[in-house]
């Protein structure tokens, strides 16, 4: 698929596949729509500005070389998410982008590095996003990451995150780190917790829709549960009050669990892929 014009006139990738569709931003290779049976499983922010260097509020953007304040930059979830990328492969259901170190990412971090996001449809509508990491210069480098999914839900207190039970969790509202004992986490507040260690299969269940979104994980350690109630949302220009019902995000990361370290010319690559289901009406 060509590279067209998208919002702000900024370019993105149109990825298609049988019933499932996605599209990509170069900008922050923020993965801003994925559609199975036409259905939009993705919230992006109606507010959201597609105003370089702002980030795209909402799909799917990478956090590199930091998730959150973990690391040395000032940036909040680092500069990938605010840096144009290139396509350096495309097909029809599949792309790959890339970000290579520049000047201006050398004067945040100084650390030559490229990375890599790999997109791709599959049976049954299911998405796989990959992240690679290489290191080009001639130091050791550190980092953490992350996808940060933004899932559209039919409304915030439908949604059920599964599998995160007994695990511990750093509240990154007050630092405080705690054993989740609930069955599921659910969302009648600020919810900002990073799940040290999470396993593999995380489940997303919106009883509005009667669905489940699937996400299975792969070399990112922990997992975040995210959603800011209206208050904080409110105060999120590119979100505002009316919008935080319609999403949670649950993002795969490398956060609390420690830094990645990676030799002069190692790579690290982690992946997650998303399946969505209807269950069955009981
Ligand atoms: C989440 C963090 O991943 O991202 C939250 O856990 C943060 O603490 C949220 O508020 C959004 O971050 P930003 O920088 O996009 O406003």
């Not at 304040?69 to 840096?83: K, S, V």
């Not at 290191?135 to 990451?145: C, K, L």
């Not at 979104?213 to 350690?221: E, P, V």
């Not at 992946?271 to 209807?278: A, K, N, P």
Request: charged share 20%.
């Amino acid at each position: 698929m060509p590279v067209v014009p998208g919002k702000g006139g900024l370019p993105k990738v149109v990825l298609s596949s049988g019933e499932a569709s996605a599209e990509l931003y170069l900008h922050g290779a923020t993965l801003t729509s994925w559609k199975v049976g036409g259905e939009e499983l993705l919230f992006v922010s109606p507010k959201a500005l597609y105003a370089p260097p702002k980030a795209i509020r909402g799909g799917v953007p990478a956090c590199f070389p930091q998730f959150a304040m973990l690391g040395p930059l000032q940036a909040q979830h680092g500069f990938a998410r605010n840096t144009e990328w290139q396509v350096a492969e495309e097909g029809a259901a599949s792309c790959r982008l890339v970000l290579e170190s520049s000047e201006a990412t050398l004067a945040q971090w100084p650390h030559p590095f490229r990375l890599e996001m790999a997109v791709s449809l599959h049976a049954g509508g299911a998405l796989q996003q990959e992240l690679t990491v290489v290191n080009t210069g001639e130091q050791a480098m550190e980092f953490t990451a992350a996808l940060h999914t933004y899932f559209s839900v039919s409304d915030v207190s439908n949604a059920s995150v599964v599998g995160l039970k007994g695990l511990q969790y750093v509240d990154n509202t007050s630092g405080s780190t705690s054993t989740d004992a609930a069955d599921v986490v659910t969302f009648p507040g600020e919810v900002d917790r990073t799940y040290i260690a999470a396993p593999a299969a995380i489940k997303l269940r919106d009883s509005g829709r009667n669905s489940v979104l699937l996400l299975h994980k792969r070399g990112f350690a922990d997992a975040v549960v995210w959603n800011p109630a209206e208050a904080k949302a409110a105060s999120m220009g590119d979100l505002g009050a009316e919008h935080w019902r319609g999403f949670v995000c649950v993002e795969a990361a490398q956060a609390r669990s420690g830094a990645v370290a990676l030799a002069a010319g190692q790579r690290w690559s982690a992946s997650v892929e998303y399946e969505y289901d209807h269950l069955e009406e009981s």
